[in-house]
């Protein structure tokens, strides 16, 4: 262990500087890697939460109207949710904010709570005035008696469970409600809309005779509202694009380039450093293979050190509560994405010493 | 045995061309202990070099112990001067980042001796130069007299049958200088071919041979 640590550190500045390097390389990785099992947590989120047949309602009435309240009428298959831009006024959360209702609940809704239970589900009347929130927005609830509240419309909600899920934050900025447990005043303001996006979905059924159902029931309201239904087969656009760009993942990927360069025009300051060393090398009969091995060794045993100094830093600022901006999950991705990191370093800090020392002349290095 | 058959060597390309060596031809008889001497870019160094196997004549055949190595390959080269060939290079030599030990252990790494083995020759090595106590040291902080004697260890850990010296005293006081030479001729008196490039004359003529070198040529093959 001593000759290891002995052979890493005979060149001390440039072993520095190579650990530095790589230690933001390292950061730089997991950031990165960090973000990506974020959006990719993400996404698969927001796949869960698609129902397997779908159909998207987009209705535009004649009038202010509630044909919401009817709208399941008679439907037996599937879920009917308002979704798409429908926004409600929020007094602690400040000006509109983007909403979904429950309008109708044939089978399990395909929402993600952590605690609690959807509005409308309760095992009392529902006529008591449900919100879910996601955490984030939870945060902002104001306490009463130990119970937690939004204020919509001018109508106080009680919120009742908390929408989240464990790897993402899919769910941490919604707000739900069920149609069957909402004041007046929201009623009014949704009716006031006059444009309305319905999502039906169902992962048990076929949804046909449900939107027949649908489509009969807004008619039989306002017979000049303008119904337009398509199914939705994809899973939609990728929310992933969105979120990596969102958390910066490009000043992580050109952080790492500038690092893995930086590590070539070390290799060459290591180079101009060791000559002498090689020069000797070479004129004792060393083989170029070997000393191009030995260089390997040594780069690879920083490469290691600094790894593990990266882990310890990791895990000791986790200790004391300290911000890393990206959480160290052990999986294959997370190893083989190391695995590739270290890779390119190597590969980049190898180039220059593999090309000198085969064109070297001892000769003319140690000038016998 | 060394022998050099009309040894041409040139220096750069076009119209830059230098002839270093201009068709030497030498030999030295095993154990002999010789001098080149020759002013400042009279060749010996190039000379050292061809014979040490670390320079390739451009013209001329060289033969060690009846190999010819003018027509050796590269890799057999350097497998000819790790087994038989020992450098005291010039101002020393010696990896500036590694202890005396690390120095004179060089070559026996090279040659993929075990460990145990190496400890105890390079041991004794340093016992036999008188420089055990400065074993740990590494070349700033040693004298300079120290400094050749590990080069002489290293050159000499690995059995070599020839050894080269290019200006072995050249960077050491007189008392220093007459010690290393006093090395060098016990080591000769051991069996080993000494050859010394020197264009100090009190030295050359200590040698029992003076080889005498002038524009590539050899003027006076002692």
Same mark, same amino acid.
């Given at each position: ?174 707000? =739900? @409600? *069920? +149609? #069957?447990?909402?004041?007046?005043? &929201?009623?009014?303001? /949704? ?127 986790? =200790? @004391? *509560? +300290? #911000?890393?901006?990206?959480?160290? &999950?052990?999986?294959? /991705? ?35 | ?222």
């Amino acid at each position: 262990m001593k000759s290891i640590f002995r052979n890493m550190f005979r060149y001390k500045l440039t072993a520095v500087f190579f650990i530095v390097a790589q230690l933001i390389v390292y950061t730089t990785v997991f950031g990165a890697l960090g973000i990506y099992n974020r959006a990719y947590d993400k996404e698969k989120d927001r796949l869960l939460s698609l129902y397997k047949n779908r159909i998207e309602l987009s209705v535009i009435t004649s009038k202010k109207v509630d044909f919401l309240t009817y709208l399941g009428n008679d439907v037996d298959t599937g879920n009917a949710v308002l979704a798409g831009k429908f926004s409600l006024g929020v007094q602690e959360l400040g000006g509109l904010n983007r909403c979904e209702m429950i309008l109708k609940t044939n089978e399990e809704l395909n929402y993600k709570l952590i605690s609690g239970r959807l509005p409308g589900q309760g095992d009392g009347a529902s006529s008591e005035r449900e919100i879910a929130v996601g955490r984030e927005k939870e945060k902002q609830a104001v306490v009463i008696d130990g119970k937690k509240y939004f204020t919509i419309e001018g109508e106080r909600y009680e919120i009742v469970g908390v929408l989240g899920s464990e790897k993402s934050d899919y769910w941490d900025y919604k707000i =739900l @409600l *069920n +149609i #069957s447990c909402v004041g007046q005043n &929201v009623m009014t303001a /949704v009716m006031s809309m006059q444009e309305y996006s319905i999502e039906l979905g169902s992962n048990t059924g076929e949804l046909d005779a449900s939107y027949s159902k649908i489509y009969g029931n807004i008619r039989s309201v306002d017979e000049a509202s303008d119904i337009k239904a398509q199914k939705i087969n994809s899973a939609g656009e990728s929310t992933m694009e969105n979120t990596m760009a969102r958390e910066n993942m490009k000043v992580n990927i050109i952080a790492y380039i500038f690092c893995v360069l930086n590590c070539m025009i070390m290799s060459e300051f290591w180079i101009i450093q060791r000559r002498k060393e090689f020069a000797i090398k070479k004129a004792f009969g060393m083989k170029n293979i070997r000393i191009v091995r030995d260089i390997a060794v040594n780069v690879l045993e920083l490469s290691c050190f600094s790894l593990v100094l990266f882990l310890a830093g990791y895990i000791l600022l986790r =200790l @004391l *509560n +300290i #911000s890393t901006g990206f959480d160290i &999950v052990f999986s294959p /991705v997370t190893v083989l994405a190391t695995i590739a990191a270290i890779a390119a370093v190597f590969l980049a800090t190898m180039i220059y010493p593999v090309y000198k020392i085969f064109k070297f002349n001892p000769v003319h290095q140690i000038g016998a | 045995m060394i022998k050099l058959d009309n040894i041409v060597k040139i220096y750069g390309i076009n119209t830059e061309k230098k002839r270093a060596l201009d068709g030497v031809s030498l030999e030295i008889a095993d154990g002999e202990l010789v001098s080149i001497i020759g002013p400042s870019g009279s060749g010996k160094s190039t000379l050292l070099n061809i014979i040490g196997c670390m320079d390739e004549a451009t013209e001329g055949k060289y033969f060690l112990d009846n190999t010819e190595i003018t027509s050796l390959s590269k890799s057999k080269i350097e497998d000819i001067r790790k087994d038989k060939i020992g450098f005291v290079f010039q101002h020393f030599a010696l990896m500036d980042y590694y202890t005396a030990y690390e120095n004179i252990e060089l070559p026996l790494l090279i040659k993929n001796v075990k460990r145990a083995n190496r400890k105890k020759m390079v041991n004794e090595q340093l016992e036999a130069m008188g420089i055990a106590d400065v074993k740990n040291n590494i070349p700033a902080k040693m004298s300079g007299g120290q400094r050749q004697r590990v080069a002489i260890a290293r050159a000499l850990i690995s059995g070599c049958s020839v050894l080269l010296a290019d200006e072995p005293t050249g960077a050491l006081d007189q008392a220093t200088g007459r010690e290393v030479l006093s090395l060098l001729k016990d080591i000769n008196k051991r069996g080993t071919t000494v050859i010394i490039v020197t264009h100090d004359m009190n030295i050359a003529a200590q040698t029992d041979r003076v080889i005498e070198i002038c524009d590539g040529k050899i003027v006076n093959n002692g």
